[in-house]
């Protein structure tokens, strides 16, 4: 039988205590340095949470940050997680998964609070009372290779055509928040006829938001249902793709919200009030996706809406009907596509 000092026994049990465990990450970072350090979640990519975080570090020079960028589901299965085990560790969320944010207030784990430039927003939250506050309006469109596609797409009902057959991708809803939310808001546009005809027409299902249009870039895919920024970057890379908005918008707030048990409050409404300034805001127009400020330079070479517009032509919907919806609609949608 093998021994075990006591030191490494001390060990093991510190790392258990750890949620995060031994394995690295932000937050496990946060925890074992010894530091106060601000946690953010997000779904957002490196190419927009990157330069926002370093933004807000040149103006708050004594706050650490640390984030963790993934998928909308594995971020909430992490937070349960941690929350099961007694403490959440990150300060701030950010992703674009509205129905979670709905249901971590309705599980009283979010701070109520009204940023000080909230006036100054486009707000798409009729029902909004502080607990969490939209910092971009996402889009998505028909992402497209445009060295298999001559010709852009028009409508949603063209991804029916041949030119799409076998070689259009969702990402899955159960690991993306605005591939769940696309999903939501076509599926309440043309209802699940609209997918069973993409499913006869042997759309795939993808892994993540990036990953499709990795795989579009790529010439795996024709086309894919695309994010505006991840699309805008590959597009400032040099890749072959471009992205089609048909008439229907699908538009996918991104709201960031406080932990009530943040053990950094004022560095949180810090990066807050910050993420919602112009200087951010003009940063997130830049990556090609849609501000929630009105005062911002919109890029002409990305042709994005402008945020008012964007609201008026966005699919409408209401979001506390779509939450006890979440998992019927995912295990439907995958059903209905197939996961191949």
């Not at 990150?90 to 909230?118: Q, R």
């Not at 928040?177 to 299902?205: C, D, V």
């Not at 008026?312 to 197939?338: C, D, H």
Request: proline share 5%; hydrophobic share 40%; aromatic share 8%.
């Amino acid at each position: 039988m093998r021994k075990w000092s006591i030191l490494t026994v001390l060990a093991a049990m510190l790392c258990t205590l750890l949620a995060a465990g031994c394995g690295g990450g932000p937050q496990q970072n946060a925890a074992s340095d010894g530091k106060n350090k601000l946690v953010i979640y997000t779904s957002m990519k490196e190419s927009l949470i990157g330069g926002i975080v370093e933004g807000f570090k040149k103006k708050y020079p004594d706050i650490e940050v640390d984030y963790q960028s993934a998928g909308a589901g594995k971020l909430m299965a992490k937070i349960a997680a941690e929350k099961q085990s007694g403490h959440i560790l990150a300060d701030v969320i950010w992703t674009s998964e509205v129905p979670d944010f709905y249901k971590m207030k309705a599980d009283g784990v979010l701070e109520n609070y009204k940023p000080t430039v909230f006036d100054e927003l486009v707000n798409p939250f009729d029902d909004y009372d502080g607990t969490f506050t939209a910092a971009r309006l996402g889009t998505l469109g028909i992402t497209y290779n445009k060295d298999k596609i001559s010709t852009a797409p028009t409508q949603w009902s063209d991804l029916t055509k041949p030119e799409f057959t076998n070689a259009f991708g969702i990402a899955d809803p159960a690991l993306s928040g605005t591939s769940y939310m696309s999903i939501a808001l076509l599926q309440k546009q043309f209802g699940w006829e609209f997918f069973e005809k993409l499913a006869a027409n042997q759309t795939r299902i993808g892994k993540g938001a990036g990953q499709v249009i990795d795989d579009t870039s790529s010439g795996e895919l024709a086309a894919c249902l695309g994010v505006d920024y991840i699309t805008n970057n590959k597009v400032n890379k040099g890749a072959h793709v471009a992205l089609a908005y048909p008439p229907e918008l699908l538009v996918v707030p991104s709201p960031v919200a406080i932990f009530k048990e943040s053990n950094n409050m004022d560095a949180a409404k810090k990066f807050v009030d910050y993420l919602l300034s112009s200087e951010a805001q003009q940063m997130i127009a830049n990556e090609g996706t849609v501000p929630v400020r009105n005062d911002v330079d919109m890029p002409e070479k990305f042709g994005l809406p402008k945020p008012a517009e964007a609201l008026q032509r966005a699919i409408k919907v209401n979001y506390t009907e779509i939450l006890p919806q979440k998992e019927e609609t995912i295990k439907k949608f995958t059903e209905i596509i197939g996961k191949k």
